[in-house]
């Protein structure tokens, strides 16, 4: 008898029409059905915020992956899980995969993530969730290489509650990719550490802008050594209780 292809439902925070979404949904389809519901627009930064003081508007969308269900949603990330889970799919999916974020989701900055929000709203309603993301460089080689290898990763990983699956791919040339990481831990650190700089108005006001210092030191074992050593970083992100 043939082997039932799973469910999975995608999302983002960079977009419906961002490019990473689309390679996931690409590679993704590979091993079963694909529902895409994510933002109409960017929803970066956003954690695991829903939206609760305005309705959520949906649109079918037509999308450049052969075969799958894509919905722009007006809300976040978070919301398409939701709705996706709820409404838009006609069965609950197998499998919720985020991203690819613009930007790795690692250290402190997931908290921030609203690629990882969304991935632990799936794990509340009982399904399992990976997170994936990329560097901010453009250079997708390692990703483009290795994405099938961790989406099938994604697919045979069973459910634990409160934990969610998060891989970030390195920016780095193929020559100088060193291998996959399992078990990396969240950083307490960042890559970048934010500071504020004020430009006075003429109202009166002060304009404050970020201005970001990049970091280069992060602990052995961590996600963000990891990447930046030329490797896959694969770890668990768990809710806080």
């Not at 695991?48 to 949603?73: C, M, N, Q, W």
């Not at 930007?103 to 794990?123: F, K, R």
């Amino acid at each position: 008898m043939e082997e039932r292809r799973v469910r999975i439902l995608i999302t983002n925070d960079d977009g419906i029409f961002a490019d990473g979404i689309e390679r996931l949904a690409a590679v993704a389809s590979r091993y079963g059905e694909v529902w895409v519901a994510a933002p109409d627009r960017q929803q970066s930064a956003g954690s695991h915020s829903i939206t609760l003081s305005r309705p959520i508007d949906v649109y079918e969308r037509a999308f450049p992956v052969k075969g799958v269900h894509a919905y722009a949603v007006t809300g976040t990330p978070s919301d398409c899980v939701r709705l996706g889970v709820h409404n838009l799919m006609p069965e609950k999916p197998d499998l919720v995969l985020t991203g690819i974020n613009y930007g790795y989701n690692a250290g402190t900055d997931v908290q921030y993530s609203a690629t990882v929000g969304a991935a632990m709203e799936a794990v509340f309603q009982g399904i399992p969730a990976v997170a994936f993301s990329e560097g901010r460089d453009e250079a997708h080689a390692v990703t483009g290489k290795y994405l099938d290898d961790m989406v099938q990763l994604a697919v045979e990983r069973r459910y634990i509650p409160d934990e969610i699956l998060n891989i970030n791919f390195p920016g780095c040339p193929i020559s100088e990719f060193k291998g996959i990481l399992h078990d990396r831990f969240v950083s307490p650190g960042c890559i970048y550490t934010d500071r504020y700089v004020g430009e006075k108005m003429e109202n009166g006001g002060i304009r404050y802008s970020i201005r970001p210092i990049e970091n280069a030191d992060f602990e052995e074992g961590s996600d963000l050594r990891a990447i930046f050593d030329g490797y896959i970083s694969v770890g668990v992100v768990s809710n806080y209780r």
